[in-house]
């Protein structure tokens, strides 16, 4: 959506909508977008704004690439194995709220 719409300002509820979450998961979306240097904050919402050219010519690679794959694109990110697969693997993160020493 937003690399799609570069000069678009994105709500957090019109995020939610079009994406079919809640509000406090585009919330926690638009955050990690943010962290990562994706988007900004701008008046109006959230928009495009790729914190380098490096970032940029990546996330116009993988828009192209989705765009040619959507199918496979789709299925690969709604794969519950996969999903499986990662909630395995985070059973094996380091945390330092741990009490393993």
Same mark, same amino acid.
């Given at each position: 959506?937003?690399? =799609?719409? &570069?000069?678009? =300002? ?10 079919? *979450? &809640? #509000?406090? #998961? ?11 240097? *994706?988007?900004? @904050? ?7 704004? &790729?914190?380098?050219? @490096? +970032?940029?010519? $990546? +996330?116009?690679?993988?828009? =192209? ?5 959507? *199918? @496979? *694109? ?5 794969? &519950?194995? +996969?999903?499986? =697969? @990662?909630?395995?693997?985070? $059973? ?8 393993? #020493?």
């Amino acid at each position: 959506m937003f690399h =799609a719409s &570069p000069d678009r =300002a994105f709500s957090i509820s019109s995020l939610a909508h079009a994406l079919y *979450v &809640p #509000v406090d #998961v585009a919330q926690r979306l638009l955050d990690e977008l943010t962290a990562i240097g *994706v988007v900004t @904050e701008r008046a109006g919402g959230h928009g495009y704004s &790729p914190r380098d050219t @490096e +970032l940029a010519d $990546a +996330l116009d690679q993988l828009f =192209a690439c989705y765009r040619s794959n959507l *199918v @496979e *694109v789709t299925r690969l990110i709604h794969d &519950p194995t +996969l999903r499986s =697969a @990662e909630r395995f693997a985070n $059973a094996f993160r380091w945390r330092k709220d741990s009490d393993n #020493v």
